[in-house]
């Protein structure tokens, strides 16, 4: 491959075992955050611009498998193998709710007005819990024909979709009648199901293939062949011309939207890439792995001779007084002494 075409990541360290799942916040006045969930047992969250650490999630007893942000990035929430879906306080790291299950939860999400968390397992349940009532008893959706892998909200919270890991196919369900509605084909078993930022596209990995649908219609849009069995992939959100898969083989790939041509091959990970998500603005992308560490990649503008904009640290010019802003924000919320010392070193040049 061309010399020139060699991207350099930011490479961040901290997870002990595999990083299973990762969500960008949408912008927010304090800029955006990404969120990352492991088999190590403790979400972290960090700046999604630079990739510094911001503070670790204390409190699970096992693997989490999925993780998410609220609208705002004030809240956090976390499915977990022990049986519980949490949601925090992501300005101080405190737990704010404990929701028990019965079996492993591997999937959640937010609504998008903030006001519901959505959890689905292995116990093939979905349930919706009401975080303005807590307490009160979670709302039961139909049975799920398999045991859930992933959640996510649609059409601004009218819409649930889901995907299970014993069977093919993206289900849709309507929240109202907690009925299913449609049921997007596919051979495999989908590990990735993405709404596109402007609602037009659903992007879900199954096998080797990566497919785009029509969110409304529900249409089948695009499909392509990838080049190993792929876990994860992600629309590039502004102007969706590209999107980004991962999977076995351990490379980050970049393809052409329109024709599937690949654009780009990020080689670093040590060990299968579980996921990939494009940051709010689409100027970067962020990779997990199952050697432990998240890698964010540069989309662009990539100039001709394939320099970067980045500064020898990883970081851009105008990024440092955000990132200190939200450190003082948020201070406090450094858990780990071991992370203090990291959040000091991080601060100097």
């Not at 010399?3 to 961040?12: D, F, M, Q, R």
């Amino acid at each position: 491959m061309d010399k020139k075409k060699i991207a350099v990541p930011l490479v961040c360290h901290g997870h002990s075992r595999p990083v299973v799942d990762l969500f960008y916040s949408p912008v927010t006045p304090d800029g955006f955050f990404l969120i990352s969930a492991s088999k190590d047992s403790s979400p972290m969250l960090r700046n999604g611009e630079t990739g510094d650490w911001i503070g670790t999630f204390e409190g699970h007893k096992g693997a989490v498998w999925s993780v998410c942000l609220d609208t705002n990035a004030l809240r956090a929430a976390s499915a977990s193998a022990d049986f519980s879906a949490k949601v925090w306080d992501a300005l101080t790291g405190d737990v704010l709710h404990s929701f028990e299950h019965k079996h492993i939860v591997r999937a959640c999400a937010f609504s998008e007005d903030t006001h519901l968390l959505l959890t689905g397992g292995v116990e093939k349940v979905l349930r919706i819990y009401d975080l303005n009532r807590p307490d009160a008893p979670p709302r039961e959706v139909d049975k799920s024909p398999g045991s859930v892998i992933t959640v996510t909200w649609m059409h601004s919270d009218q819409t649930i979709l889901s995907s299970c890991t014993d069977m093919g196919g993206v289900r849709l369900w309507d929240v109202r009648s907690g009925k299913i509605v449609q049921t997007l084909e596919t051979k495999s078993s989908v590990t990735s199901a993405e709404v596109s930022q402007d609602g037009r596209y659903i992007t879900t990995a199954d096998g080797s293939t990566v497919k785009f649908w029509d969110a409304n219609h529900y249409g089948l849009v695009k499909s392509y062949n990838m080049p190993c069995t792929v876990e994860s992939a992600s629309l590039e959100p502004k102007y969706g011309n590209k999107f980004v898969a991962g999977g076995e083989d351990m490379w980050v790939r970049v393809f052409d939207f329109h024709t599937g041509d690949e654009i780009a091959c990020n080689k670093g990970h040590h060990g299968p890439v579980h996921c990939v998500r494009f940051s709010p603005g689409g100027e970067s992308y962020a990779s997990g792995s199952e050697d432990g560490t998240i890698r964010i990649w540069l989309t662009g503008p990539l100039t001709h001779d394939g320099t970067e904009p980045f500064a020898a640290n990883g970081s851009v010019g105008k990024v440092k007084v955000t990132a200190e802003d939200v450190s003082r924000k948020i201070e406090g919320f450094q858990i780990a002494e071991e992370g203090k010392t990291k959040e000091k070193e991080t601060g100097k040049e």
